[in-house]
């Protein structure tokens, strides 16, 4: 093969590969601002790029007890809230100001997270001890 054919080849390929989404990046997001209200951070490529807030914006509960914390994608413009490893009595949300929440649950096996909401509305994350009754939510301030 001459050397003019494997710059040939060479050059092809990397057009290629520059055209095409890398798995994994926020690049492969599918979903931006309120399109990804309601979807899955990390299915959705969203959380690739995920980072907490600076100063962090985290709640945690009167009495104590786990923390949870805004994150958002900058890529995707969207946030959720995401707690930490902690017993099933604990819930967690993200409230979108007048508008819709998305309520989880804490695991003692893996950090959990919400939905995302898009960054154009009002948000903010809440944390409470469920004891089958529910309504005494801790919640961040509106961002």
């Given at each position: 093969?001459t050397t003019k054919?494997v710059l040939?080849?060479?050059?092809?390929?990397?057009?290629?590969a520059?055209?095409?989404p890398?798995?994994?990046?926020?690049?492969?997001?599918t979903?931006?601002?309120?399109a990804?209200?309601?979807?899955?951070?990390?299915?959705?490529?969203?959380?690739?790029d995920?980072?907490?807030?600076s100063?962090r914006?985290?709640?945690?509960p009167?009495?104590?007890?786990?923390?949870?914390?805004?994150r958002m994608?900058?890529s995707?413009?969207a946030?959720?809230?995401?707690?930490?490893?902690?017993n099933?009595?604990w819930?967690?949300?993200?409230?979108?100001?007048g508008?819709k929440?998305?309520v989880?649950?804490a695991?003692?096996?893996?950090e959990?997270?919400t939905?995302?909401?898009?960054t154009?509305?009002?948000?903010r994350?809440?944390v409470?001890q469920?004891d089958?009754v529910?309504?005494?939510w801790?919640?961040t301030?509106w961002?």
């Open positions: 093969m054919k040939g080849t060479l050059v092809a390929g990397l057009a290629l520059a055209l095409l890398t798995a994994g990046t926020a690049e492969a997001a979903c931006r601002g309120n990804c209200t309601g979807k899955n951070p990390k299915s959705t490529g969203c959380g690739d995920a980072k907490s807030f100063p914006v985290v709640v945690t009167a009495g104590g007890g786990p923390t949870a914390e805004l994608s900058p995707c413009s946030a959720w809230a995401r707690i930490e490893k902690a099933g009595n819930r967690f949300k993200i409230e979108i100001k508008g929440s998305y989880e649950n695991s003692l096996d893996f959990a997270y939905p995302m909401v898009g154009s509305n009002a948000y994350a809440c409470e469920y089958g529910g309504g005494s801790s919640c301030d961002h």
